[in-house]
């Protein structure tokens, strides 16, 4: 044993002596232990304290300096902020300067606003997130495509909203042919087309990729214009409506032009309210029965209204094999500046003056809801009575305006349309 003890000595020796190059060996913490237990106690040692370099003060520094601040210098870590005071001399401080905490504070300040607003905060505008297709991602527009874009339309609604005539003559057109879809002949009008995918020609002429925006005007319709949209006729509803066509493309610059029709039809000796699109499931809601909208009227009757006419107008009459019946008939109040006396069907409404004549007549206000072509006309007549001139004033919600006078238009607001039951 003492051998091996001798030699184990020899070695250790050896190793310090041929590697002078080895590291100074790491210091381990002090192990206690006790031979009475078999446990171990571990103690460290505590750390040394750590010494706090101090700064150098300048000669300059010591006179704008309090003493208290000096003292502090040695008992904790200050950063210390060489500037250049009015004077241009270099001074030592410990706190930031001014001018360095308030950029500090409008860079915070604007980071919060650009996270909040998702704008330019420095130029104070408010960057609003896109709401057309993406422009660079191949991806993106394919998934926009896929998931936003328009579906597929019936190919004559599609020629219709295009403007190229009426439902039933686009239909004509695609039945004799002069309609092709991507270099096809197409004759069924029900084929599902997309203007913005598809090249559509119609004789020989292509269909623009864009369709028209909805357009939602009210027309004070005057005497003598007819509502058909026949090519043959001159005075017709939509021919008062040329200059607005006219000006469209610079009111509307890379749209292609509307084509306008009526909603429902005033015969050519009524006035009134009539409204004019070219948003057909529109003119489809608002025109069909079940839309519940009534129609009021304002006639001018010649000769003298007795009770008896009114009785006999508010029972109604059978019109092509219907009944028809208006929700209300009375007199209108005698005015002193006019001396026909007058008759109103269920709502109050007076601006009528341009329907008054010369010779005595009454006048009554109609309000109906079946919609039968002359019908208000058909009921006074069942009574005995002549109409002089009729006039529509309400449709629905929405009331012909004073102001509007014949032969103009205004363009319907997004609450005249709700008025008029257009929920969409």
Not at 95 to 100: D, F, L, N, Q
């Amino acid at each position: 044993m003492a051998a091996i003890a001798a030699a184990a000595a020899a070695a250790f020796t050896t190793l310090r002596i041929s590697k002078p190059t080895v590291s100074p060996r790491r210091r381990f913490c002090t192990l206690i232990s006790s031979s009475l237990s078999s446990d171990f106690n571990i103690t460290f040692a505590p750390p040394k304290p750590k010494s706090v370099p101090k700064l150098p003060i300048s000669p300059v520094d010591d006179a704008d300096q309090p003493e208290s601040s000096i003292a502090e210098l040695g008992e904790q870590l200050i950063i210390p902020w060489i500037v250049r005071d009015e004077n241009g001399n270099l001074t030592l401080q410990t706190t930031p300067p001014e001018s360095y905490l308030r950029a500090m504070a409008e860079a915070k300040t604007m980071r919060k606003k650009k996270k909040v607003g998702g704008g330019d905060a420095k130029n104070g505008d408010k960057v609003k997130p896109s709401a057309g297709p993406p422009k660079y991602s191949k991806a993106a527009r394919r998934f926009y495509n896929e998931r936003f874009r328009d579906p597929p339309q019936r190919l004559a609604k599609v020629l219709a909203a295009s403007g190229v005539a009426s439902r039933r003559s686009s239909e004509e057109l695609i039945f004799q042919g002069k309609v092709t879809v991507n270099g096809s002949v197409c004759n069924t009008p029900q084929t599902r087309v997309d203007p913005g995918q598809d090249v559509i020609y119609v004789n020989g002429r292509r269909l623009a990729k864009k369709l028209p925006p909805k357009v939602y005007l009210a027309l004070n319709k005057p005497k003598g214009y007819i509502c058909s949209a026949g090519e043959k006729e001159t005075k017709t509803v939509i021919s008062l409506f040329d200059d607005y066509m006219t000006s469209w493309n610079k009111r509307n610059p890379g749209l292609p032009k509307p084509r306008l029709f009526t909603v429902g039809r005033l015969d050519v000796a009524t006035t009134g309210l009539i409204i004019v699109t070219n948003d057909g499931e529109f003119t489809q809601t608002i025109s069909h029965p079940s839309s519940n909208l009534s129609k009021e009227y304002i006639a001018t009757i010649d000769g003298v209204v007795s009770k008896k006419h009114l009785l006999t107008i508010s029972e109604g009459t059978v019109i092509d094999g219907i009944q028809c019946t208006p929700d209300v008939v009375e007199q209108l109040p005698q005015q002193p500046d006019i001396k026909r006396p007058r008759l109103r069907i269920v709502v109050l409404f007076h601006n009528s003056s341009s329907l008054f004549c010369n010779p005595p007549s009454f006048l009554i206000f109609c309000a109906v809801h079946e919609g039968r072509n002359h019908e208000v006309r058909e009921l006074v007549k069942n009574a005995g009575l002549q109409i002089h001139a009729l006039k529509r004033v309400r449709i629905g919600g929405f009331r012909l305006p004073s102001d509007l006078t014949l032969g103009k238009h205004m363009e319907l607001t997004a609450a005249n349309l709700r008025a008029l039951g257009w929920k969409s």
